[in-house]
């Protein structure tokens, strides 16, 4: 199911998403001026690497933050951006701009963390903010459990949009992931997704998402 839009409305512009999204494309276009051989560089860099995560932790935390600012390629970073742009809006408003950054960077860390912690031997470095948007749909689901999803479906190999109840949609993308993760762990998957970071924003926005939620708007 590929997400169009949401029903759930907004009264003021989301400027920390916007500037969110921003900042993504911008460094992702830094990016792309790069030879491969200087990106990759680049990339070890400002990735996190969970083996170096635990071997030199003092050294690598930035590298927390920064991965998920960082992008391996167009689909990646458009993708990520799409849903964000759907889902982060929402979730703004109802938390307030400077709130919603902090919830925004800190499911981040708890996905690389849950990443890093099942996965401590990879060398591979962990890029991208599906991680910290991740934390926002687990937000969203409880802040906004009667909005649908306007989605792209295919159905008998051909595409048709339908309206899903937002509860479902996210559940299960939710379970795709844990699902995926698990077969990672034993070796099934080796796909270079970072299942579990997503589970593990997710999980963060889930329980955390009252601390940081003010007051509830109904507009559908």
Request: glycine share 10%; net charge positive.
């Given at each position: ?35 491969p ?88 470095p ?22 649908r999803?306007a989605?792209?479906?295919?159905i ?65």
């Amino acid at each position: 199911m590929i997400p169009l839009y949401d029903t759930a409305r907004r009264r003021r512009l989301p400027l920390v998403t916007w500037l969110l999204i921003a900042a993504n494309i911008a460094i992702f276009v830094y990016e792309v001026g790069f030879s491969p051989a200087a990106l990759e560089r680049f990339i070890r860099a400002w990735g996190l690497v969970p083996a170096q995560l635990f071997a030199q932790p003092q050294i690598e935390w930035v590298t927390i933050l920064s991965s998920m600012f960082l992008h391996g390629g167009w689909l990646h970073i458009l993708s990520n951006m799409w849903v964000l742009f759907i889902f982060g809006d929402n979730v703004e408003e109802r938390m307030g701009g400077l709130s919603y950054l902090l919830f925004y960077l800190l499911s981040g860390v708890a996905a690389a963390l849950l990443q890093s912690f099942l996965m401590p031997s990879s060398s591979e470095p962990m890029i991208g903010a599906s991680g910290a948007i991740a934390g926002v749909l687990g937000a969203y689901l409880l802040l906004f459990p009667h909005a649908r999803v306007a989605s792209l479906v295919p159905i008998l190999f051909i595409f048709t949009v339908i309206q899903v109840p937002a509860t479902l949609f996210l559940l299960f993308w939710f379970v795709s992931q844990l699902f995926s993760g698990w077969l990672a762990i034993g070796g099934s998957a080796g796909s270079g997704v970072a299942w579990w970071a997503h589970v593990g924003g997710f999980l963060f926005g889930i329980l955390t998402v009252f601390l940081f939620a003010r007051r509830r708007i109904y507009h559908f």
